[in-house]
């Protein structure tokens, strides 16, 4: 049984798996870790655990505690390798490509055949691109929904923080910045698509909590994996010996 981890900047989500399946799942803001135990089936006592971190070591930390009361296990906290699970880091320095979007593009590997546009819709968006080989090409990161439009709200002296609709027109100032933001965001994906080759067939796979906002308005074909970066931290677990693409 593993104990799946995806340490992100506003919250936790965690996987319990076992034989293939998920047996539990959730998610807690981090002001409520103290209560990250009992999420968990009392019946079920994880023999390993396996996280990906990108909210820093205090946070890290905070967990390890949280958890100490369970079981005495130590959690393996990934980082990018130059290749591993089948897929090849195309950054200049593999290491310093984010653990959460090492694990995703793993996780889209195993469950996605040929290439791949996958897209973390979190506090960040991340977009990056697999080829069918299993290379990483490389990718962007911008402002997340939430954070363009409190960017607005903040460094402007009119523009409120909008809790407006999607708009194709937007004909009121609220839904023009949730519009905007939307529509910058599916521009960037749409442009990061197109680089893939064609013929290739490629799907987007889409995961985060911006995802809802996201899917009905995409131009591409795509797929709502909600799990993605825990799927690829269940790979590395259960391969640790595939270090090489």
Do not use: F
């Not at 998920?22 to 807690?28: N, T």
């Not at 409520?32 to 023999?47: I, S, T």
């Not at 506090?123 to 990056?128: G, K, L, P």
């Not at 987007?204 to 995802?211: E, H, K, T, V």
């Amino acid at each position: 049984m593993i104990l799946c981890l995806d340490c992100g900047n506003s919250r936790l989500k965690w996987g319990l798996r076992h034989d293939g399946d998920w047996l539990a799942s959730g998610a807690l803001p981090y002001d409520e870790m103290a209560r990250l135990a009992e999420q968990l089936p009392a019946d079920c006592v994880p023999q390993r655990v396996i996280g990906c971190n990108v909210a820093g070591i205090e946070r890290a930390g905070q967990i390890e505690t949280a958890l100490s009361s369970i079981a005495d296990l130590t959690i393996n906290w990934i980082t990018a390798q130059e290749a591993q699970c089948g897929v090849v880091n195309g950054y200049e320095v593999p290491a310093s490509l984010g653990a959460d979007r090492w694990a995703a593009l793993i996780g889209a590997r195993a469950l996605q055949h040929g290439a791949v546009l996958v897209v973390l819709a979190g506090t960040a968006t991340t977009i990056d691109v697999l080829d069918a080989g299993g290379r990483h090409q490389g990718g962007l990161i911008l402002p997340g929904l939430k954070l363009m439009t409190s960017a607005l709200a903040t460094g402007t002296a009119q523009l409120p923080l909008a809790c407006g609709e999607y708009q194709p027109l937007p004909r009121n100032t609220h839904d023009a910045i949730i519009s905007g933001a939307i529509q910058a965001t599916l521009g960037a994906i749409s442009r990061m698509y197109a680089v893939l080759p064609s013929g290739q067939e490629a799907v987007c796979l889409l995961a985060g909590g911006g995802a809802d906002s996201l899917q009905g308005h995409l131009g591409v074909p795509s797929r709502r994996i909600d799990k993605l970066v825990l799927e690829g931290l269940v790979r590395i677990a259960t391969e640790p010996s595939s270090n090489t693409a």
